[in-house]
C-alpha cells in the first residue's frame, strides 16, 4: 500500500517544540512535492507547508512562518516538519502527502497518511 506514515505527535505545553516525521511507504519520495496538512476539530483540512522535489525549496502558509520548518531526507524516506512556539491554535492532526505540483492545496496531494495527533494545552 502507498502511503505515508507520520509520528511525532503529543501533548505539548505552549510556546514548546515537536517534530514530527513522515516516512514514505511502498514508494520513494524522491520525485515528489511532499506538503504537511492539519486539520483540527471541527475545521476544515489546511496547508501548513510543502518542500520541493528538487532544491528543498519550503513555502509556509502565513501563520506558521517562522515558526515551523519543514525539511526533508530523501536517502531516509522521510520528511520532517520542526514546530516551534507552538500555540493552542495549533492542536489539530497533522498528516503529510505527496504531489507533482508545487503548491499547498490538498486537491493536488496524494498517498496520504492516518496522521499523527498534536495537543498543545496547559
Known amino acids: 500500500q502507498l502511503q505515508f506514515v507520520e509520528s511525532g505527535g503529543g501533548l505539548v505545553q505552549p510556546g514548546g517544540s515537536l517534530r514530527l516525521s513522515c516516512v514514505a511507504s511502498?514508494?520513494?519520495?524522491?520525485?515528489?512535492?511532499i506538503g504537511w496538512f492539519r486539520q483540527a476539530p471541527g475545521k476544515e483540512r489546511e496547508g501548513v507547508a510543502c518542500i520541493s522535489s528538487s532544491d528543498g525549496t519550503a513555502y509556509y502558509a502565513d501563520s506558521m512562518k517562522g515558526r515551523f520548518t519543514i525539511s526533508r531526507d530523501n536517502a531516509k524516506n522521510t520528511v520532517f516538519l520542526q514546530m516551534n512556539a507552538l500555540e493552542p491554535e495549533d492542536t489539530a492532526v497533522y498528516s503529510c502527502?505527496?504531489?507533482?505540483?508545487?503548491?499547498?492545496?490538498?486537491?493536488?496531494?496524494?498517498?496520504w497518511g492516518q496522521g499523527t495527533h498534536v495537543t498543545v494545552s496547559s
Open positions: 511502498g514508494f520513494t519520495l524522491d520525485n515528489y512535492v
Open positions: 502527502a505527496a504531489s507533482r505540483l508545487f503548491v499547498l492545496s490538498d486537491p493536488a496531494y496524494f498517498y
